[in-house]
């Protein structure tokens, strides 16, 4: 009655348990053993606790993990008398182990305090993934342990108890190393040869559905720990050959041993699998031929692995492959389609032994090109490497009249529609330019065809990354195959950046042209490069204001120039850029900034000192000085190699300067002086961190705020000499979380944030004392809001907004890299439930945690599942002003596809029959066509 009552009201339920549990765990402890439903039901109804009231269950759940730890092998009527068990003993065990299947009791109902105290466990495992290392040291032995369980139907529960554990292990660890001995992957590592030990017994049984659950816990352990069973591997062997080949093997046992062995050899270094070839290579291809495709596809891909086993690569062999070609070679050449037979065309080219082609290459490449035109992405994208390796192996044989129609196939995929398709399509054209420069008519259909659409391309603001590399790529093949002269492609660039009638180029557009136009120019070779040098400096000395989008683009183009070559010979090239602040336009003044520290980067004795007498005589320049500044000490520590041509004279002054601006009223400013402060910190944080340190005391809360962002800046995710400095400190610099000032609250909010996502270990240990103070930033403060009197008008103003956005971006980054120190339960009410109904810029990133914690901790979403639908049910419903402009009413659609989202993530766990409210909101959504289209539309993302 109570476990039923507790489903039903859920986290309602939880004011009663102080009265409810320890009643519950007295029935179990005190019942004779013959009242096992009443021990059941007990456990079910602490089960039903664990998941619906995960926040007011705390006090108890020690008490309850050690009572179903106790049941969990509860078995009154059975006395397991079997020895551990030793290679010489493997007969022996069989024995044992069908004598315990043979045993049965009608009048037995012990197996359902098990199986009840199995869920139990299950219950805790997955709302309490704070418990991770305590599970693994107290309930992940005895879990093991009853792999041995004689009900089969209990035994599926402790696999899937076991599951739950390994599957919370990896969301909680992601991104995660073994960090130290009370990590639960470094845990699990101990218990990995028990586990396996444990499993192989469960392989020797009869019964099938014993066998799958096995392979299901080694395919779940395999994925959480890769590379785990390097020394466990050969015991398993026999169990996948008995899987593979008994006649009474069933469909799903074979895919499930197949799944494994797959993910096994993919994991797993070759050389692991060379003693066991002959063994596994035999059942792997016979199931190549299997009647269910399922198993048949399951086979090839493991056979995919299985050849990269027996070849790891060609310099050396480990071990003789000769034997197992022909038979791996028939298998599939009786399953192989005609597309999988031109796609396996890349591994010929690519391999080394040079195999000749010259009898069907003019085909292939013809087929090939026409899958270009295919809807098929995957498709397109394989051809395109395919016909990459083709050119370079075999480019001489394929004609002129080829490569024209690949060409004209190529030009059609270049557009920002596809950023990744079209840098594999640039990087095909780079290869036929390379290696076909002397043919006429490529250099022909790579200025007709190609080049246009590079031209295009290079306009969009979406342009970066791969693609944009590519495109430089593209240009300097272009200049060097002398097809085009290099004042065309110089032209064409330039006049590619001067506004349309649509308007102006945005800012990564104009970023994109200029350092296409620097990487032409450096293959064009130094007298090009130096006279475009010259005719941007002309285009600088020129007083016209009419030319300001030309001066833009000619300082773009010499701080590109600038990062890639020393530009010193060039005489008053600093003089005239640095003139360029006095001009009108703010975007010039800021690619004046961008183009100095760029041109300081190529000669810093010369330039830097420059910079620094700059900004101490220049005050109404200091802004931009400082930015230059940024330009190089960021290229600086870019690499992070703790090599620097920042000398310490230099650092000295550059901190001297940066620390008399910290107190400085502009944001701006101080933002640019934490960001050079944190990159200098990741050059000499010897010198940084103390400094920094001894700031975090200072009277003026902008100095304080200032040393907190500092902190985010200097915290990357690459390893570095800071971090065992930074390990020691970064408490000082967190714990201004709690200042009196929200600017450095909100400053050591990002710092934290910045740590989760880069290097959650930095803050493993603080949390404990952090999170409380997060939460506390996640609250609307009445005394941050104003009201400013605008005459006729009032505006209220909430300065607390930004901070509260930053803690619960923070809390969500979090959720991602330090599960296991976060409580769900203690953070979702009150402090989500506030900011689901809080302004737009901080409901966005609750229902993203809320998405995220559906998926994650589904119980401590479910416990309190009422209380989310109401503010969920507000942000759909709500409807901008009549007088609302297009930006209002947009950020209004996006905030009900936002809760739309969340609410389809809640709806994936629990099905609308779990909460009434929740039922009736799916009915409302249902019922109003425009909300039907956007869940319909967010469902399928």
């Given at each position: 009655?109570?476990?039923?009552?507790?489903?039903?009201?859920?986290?309602?339920?939880?004011?009663?348990?102080?009265?409810?549990?320890?009643?519950?765990?007295?029935?179990?402890?005190?019942?004779?053993?013959?009242?096992?439903?009443?021990?059941?039901?007990?456990?079910?109804?602490?089960?039903?606790?664990?998941?619906?009231?995960?926040?007011?269950?705390?006090?108890?759940?020690?008490?309850?993990?050690?009572?179903?730890?106790?049941?969990?092998?509860?078995?009154?009527?059975?006395?397991?008398?079997?020895?551990?068990?030793?290679?010489?003993?493997?007969?022996?065990?069989?024995?044992?182990?069908?004598?315990?299947?043979?045993?049965?009791?009608?009048?037995?109902?012990?197996?359902?305090?098990?199986?009840?105290?199995?869920?139990?466990?299950?219950?805790?495992?997955?709302?309490?993934?704070?418990?991770?290392?305590?599970?693994?040291?107290?309930?992940?032995?005895?879990?093991?342990?009853?792999?041995?369980?004689?009900?089969?139907?209990?035994?599926?529960?402790?696999?899937?108890?076991?599951?739950?554990?390994?599957?919370?292990?990896?969301?909680?660890?992601?991104?995660?190393?073994?960090?130290?001995?009370?990590?639960?992957?470094?845990?699990?590592?101990?218990?990995?040869?028990?586990?396996?030990?444990?499993?192989?017994?469960?392989?020797?049984?009869?019964?099938?559905?014993?066998?799958?659950?096995?392979?299901?816990?080694?395919?779940?352990?395999?994925?959480?720990?890769?590379?785990?069973?390097?020394?466990?591997?050969?015991?398993?062997?026999?169990?996948?050959?008995?899987?593979?080949?008994?006649?009474?093997?069933?469909?799903?046992?074979?895919?499930?041993?197949?799944?494994?062995?797959?993910?096994?050899?993919?994991?797993?270094?070759?050389?692991?699998?060379?003693?066991?070839?002959?063994?596994?290579?035999?059942?792997?291809l016979s199931a190549i031929g299997d009647r269910y495709y399922k198993v048949t596809?399951?086979?090839?891909?493991?056979?995919?692995?299985?050849?990269?086993?027996?070849?790891?690569?060609?310099?050396?062999?480990?071990?003789?492959?000769?034997?197992?070609?022909?038979?791996?070679?028939?298998?599939?050449?009786?399953?192989?389609?005609?597309?999988?037979?031109?796609?396996?065309?890349?591994?010929?080219?690519?391999?080394?032994?040079?195999?000749?082609?010259?009898?069907?290459?003019?085909?292939?490449?013809?087929?090939?090109?026409?899958?270009?035109?295919?809807?098929?992405?995957?498709?397109?994208?394989?051809?395109?490497?395919?016909?990459?390796?083709?050119?370079?192996?075999?480019?001489?044989?394929?004609?002129?009249?080829?490569?024209?129609?690949?060409?004209?196939?190529?030009?059609?995929?270049?557009?920002?529609?596809?950023?990744?398709?079209?840098?594999?399509?640039?990087?095909?054209?780079?290869?036929?330019?390379?290696?076909?420069?002397?043919?006429?008519?490529?250099?022909?259909?790579?200025?007709?065809?190609?080049?246009?659409?590079?031209?295009?391309?290079?306009?969009?603001?979406?342009?970066?990354?791969?693609?944009?590399?590519?495109?430089?790529?593209?240009?300097?093949?272009?200049?060097?195959?002398?097809?085009?002269?290099?004042?065309?492609?110089?032209?064409?660039?330039?006049?590619?950046?001067?506004?349309?009638?649509?308007?102006?180029?945005?800012?990564?557009?104009?970023?994109?042209?200029?350092?296409?136009?620097?990487?032409?120019?450096?293959?064009?070779?130094?007298?090009?490069?130096?006279?475009?040098?010259?005719?941007?400096?002309?285009?600088?000395?020129?007083?016209?204001?009419?030319?300001?989008?030309?001066?833009?683009?000619?300082?773009?183009?010499?701080?590109?120039?600038?990062?890639?070559?020393?530009?010193?010979?060039?005489?008053?090239?600093?003089?005239?850029?640095?003139?360029?602040?006095?001009?009108?336009?703010?975007?010039?003044?800021?690619?004046?900034?961008?183009?100095?520290?760029?041109?300081?980067?190529?000669?810093?004795?010369?330039?830097?000192?420059?910079?620094?007498?700059?900004?101490?005589?220049?005050?109404?320049?200091?802004?931009?000085?400082?930015?230059?500044?940024?330009?190089?000490?960021?290229?600086?520590?870019?690499?992070?190699?703790?090599?620097?041509?920042l000398q310490d004279s230099n650092i000295v002054k550059i901190l001297a300067l940066?620390?008399?601006?910290?107190?400085?009223?502009?944001?701006?400013?101080?933002?640019?002086?934490?960001?050079?402060?944190?990159?200098?910190?990741?050059?000499?944080?010897?010198?940084?961190?103390?400094?920094?340190?001894?700031?975090?005391?200072?009277?003026?809360?902008?100095?304080?705020?200032?040393?907190?962002?500092?902190?985010?800046?200097?915290?990357?995710?690459?390893?570095?000499?800071?971090?065992?400095?930074?390990?020691?400190?970064?408490?000082?610099?967190?714990?201004?979380?709690?200042?009196?000032?929200?600017?450095?609250?909100?400053?050591?909010?990002?710092?934290?944030?910045?740590?989760?996502?880069?290097?959650?270990?930095?803050?493993?240990?603080?949390?404990?004392?952090?999170?409380?103070?997060?939460?506390?930033?996640?609250?609307?403060?009445?005394?941050?809001?104003?009201?400013?009197?605008?005459?006729?008008?009032?505006?209220?103003?909430?300065?607390?907004?930004?901070?509260?956005?930053?803690?619960?971006?923070?809390?969500?980054?979090?959720?991602?890299?330090?599960?296991?120190?976060?409580?769900?339960?203690?953070?979702?009410?009150?402090?989500?439930?506030?900011?689901?109904?809080?302004?737009?810029?901080?409901?966005?990133?609750?229902?993203?945690?809320?998405?995220?914690?559906?998926?994650?901790?589904?119980?401590?979403?479910?416990?309190?599942?009422?209380?989310?639908?109401?503010?969920?049910?507000?942000?759909?419903?709500?409807?901008?002003?009549?007088?609302?402009?297009?930006?209002?009413?947009?950020?209004?659609?996006?905030?009900?596809?936002?809760?739309?989202?969340?609410?389809?993530?809640?709806?994936?766990?629990?099905?609308?029959?779990?909460?009434?409210?929740?039922?009736?909101?799916?009915?409302?959504?249902?019922?109003?066509?425009?909300?039907?289209?956007?869940?319909?539309?967010?469902?399928?993302?």
């Amino acid at each position: 009655m109570i476990g039923a009552l507790s489903r039903s009201v859920g986290y309602r339920f939880g004011p009663h348990l102080a009265e409810a549990v320890p009643l519950l765990i007295n029935y179990c402890t005190s019942a004779s053993e013959n009242d096992e439903e009443l021990r059941e039901y007990s456990l079910q109804a602490l089960e039903s606790f664990m998941l619906r009231c995960p926040r007011d269950i705390s006090p108890y759940c020690e008490g309850i993990l050690n009572l179903a730890l106790e049941y969990v092998s509860y078995d009154p009527n059975f006395t397991d008398s079997m020895e551990e068990d030793t290679d010489d003993e493997v007969q022996d065990e069989e024995e044992d182990d069908e004598s315990a299947d043979e045993y049965t009791d009608d009048e037995d109902a012990s197996w359902k305090v098990r199986r009840a105290s199995a869920k139990c466990l299950s219950a805790i495992i997955a709302s309490r993934p704070q418990m991770l290392s305590k599970m693994y040291q107290e309930a992940c032995p005895k879990l093991v342990d009853r792999f041995r369980e004689r009900e089969e139907n209990v035994k599926m529960d402790i696999f899937n108890t076991f599951i739950e554990l390994l599957r919370q292990t990896g969301n909680v660890t992601k991104g995660q190393g073994d960090i130290d001995e009370s990590s639960p992957r470094w845990l699990l590592k101990q218990e990995v040869p028990k586990v396996v030990k444990s499993i192989n017994r469960q392989l020797r049984e009869k019964s099938i559905k014993t066998k799958v659950g096995a392979f299901s816990v080694l395919k779940e352990l395999v994925v959480v720990l890769p590379d785990c069973l390097a020394d466990q591997f050969g015991s398993l062997v026999p169990g996948i050959e008995k899987a593979l080949n008994d006649k009474s093997s069933t469909s799903n046992l074979k895919i499930e041993a197949l799944a494994f062995t797959r993910i096994v050899m993919a994991s797993h270094s070759p050389s692991v699998f060379h003693p066991y070839i002959q063994a596994l290579s035999g059942p792997i291809l016979s199931a190549i031929g299997d009647r269910y495709y399922k198993v048949t596809a399951e086979a090839l891909r493991v056979c995919g692995e299985l050849v990269r086993v027996l070849r790891p690569n060609f310099e050396e062999r480990t071990i003789d492959f000769r034997p197992y070609i022909i038979p791996i070679y028939k298998a599939i050449l009786a399953r192989l389609a005609n597309q999988d037979q031109d796609q396996a065309f890349a591994v010929i080219a690519n391999s080394p032994l040079r195999i000749d082609l010259s009898c069907v290459l003019d085909h292939v490449v013809s087929e090939l090109t026409a899958f270009l035109r295919k809807a098929n992405r995957a498709l397109r994208q394989a051809t395109l490497g395919t016909l990459n390796s083709l050119v370079v192996t075999y480019g001489s044989q394929i004609g002129s009249s080829s490569y024209e129609t690949i060409l004209a196939e190529l030009s059609t995929l270049i557009s920002d529609g596809d950023l990744h398709m079209a840098a594999l399509a640039l990087e095909l054209c780079c290869t036929i330019m390379v290696d076909r420069r002397s043919v006429k008519n490529v250099g022909l259909a790579v200025k007709q065809k190609v080049l246009p659409e590079a031209l295009t391309l290079i306009r969009s603001a979406l342009l970066q990354g791969q693609a944009l590399q590519a495109l430089q790529k593209f240009f300097a093949a272009l200049v060097q195959s002398a097809n085009i002269s290099f004042e065309t492609l110089l032209n064409s660039l330039i006049s590619t950046a001067k506004p349309s009638q649509s308007g102006g180029l945005s800012k990564q557009a104009l970023f994109s042209i200029a350092q296409c136009v620097a990487v032409l120019c450096l293959a064009a070779g130094d007298q090009k490069c130096a006279s475009t040098i010259e005719m941007l400096k002309g285009i600088l000395n020129d007083d016209s204001s009419t030319n300001s989008a030309k001066q833009h683009m000619a300082l773009l183009c010499l701080g590109e120039i600038g990062r890639r070559k020393d530009l010193s010979s060039h005489i008053q090239i600093e003089n005239i850029v640095i003139e360029s602040f006095q001009s009108p336009f703010e975007e010039i003044k800021s690619a004046a900034s961008y183009a100095l520290g760029n041109i300081a980067v190529g000669n810093l004795s010369k330039y830097l000192p420059f910079i620094l007498d700059q900004i101490d005589n220049q005050q109404k320049k200091q802004y931009l000085l400082l930015h230059s500044l940024k330009e190089v000490i960021a290229r600086q520590s870019v690499d992070h190699t703790g090599q620097s041509e920042l000398q310490d004279s230099n650092i000295v002054k550059i901190l001297a300067l940066l620390f008399n601006h910290c107190e400085s009223e502009e944001e701006g400013v101080r933002n640019v002086v934490a960001e050079c402060l944190g990159k200098i910190a990741l050059i000499e944080p010897n010198k940084l961190i103390p400094a920094l340190k001894e700031r975090t005391t200072s009277p003026a809360a902008n100095t304080r705020a200032t040393v907190a962002i500092a902190i985010k800046y200097s915290i990357v995710e690459r390893t570095g000499k800071i971090d065992a400095i930074l390990y020691s400190e970064i408490s000082t610099f967190l714990m201004l979380i709690k200042d009196s000032d929200r600017h450095v609250r909100r400053a050591a909010v990002l710092a934290l944030s910045t740590a989760a996502h880069n290097k959650p270990s930095l803050i493993k240990g603080l949390l404990p004392e952090l999170l409380p103070l997060l939460y506390d930033q996640t609250v609307v403060k009445q005394e941050l809001i104003r009201t400013v009197d605008l005459g006729p008008f009032k505006h209220v103003v909430d300065d607390g907004l930004e901070l509260r956005k930053a803690a619960f971006e923070c809390v969500d980054t979090l959720l991602d890299n330090c599960l296991d120190q976060v409580n769900p339960s203690s953070f979702i009410v009150p402090f989500l439930l506030s900011g689901l109904g809080d302004h737009y810029d901080v409901k966005m990133p609750c229902h993203l945690i809320l998405s995220k914690l559906a998926d994650k901790c589904p119980s401590a979403v479910l416990a309190v599942l009422d209380s989310l639908v109401e503010p969920l049910e507000k942000t759909i419903g709500h409807k901008p002003k009549s007088d609302a402009v297009k930006q209002e009413i947009d950020r209004n659609e996006d905030m009900i596809r936002s809760a739309l989202r969340a609410i389809a993530a809640v709806n994936r766990i629990s099905g609308s029959d779990y909460s009434m409210k929740l039922k009736n909101l799916m009915s409302k959504i249902t019922a109003t066509p425009s909300l039907a289209e956007k869940y319909n539309s967010v469902r399928s993302e």
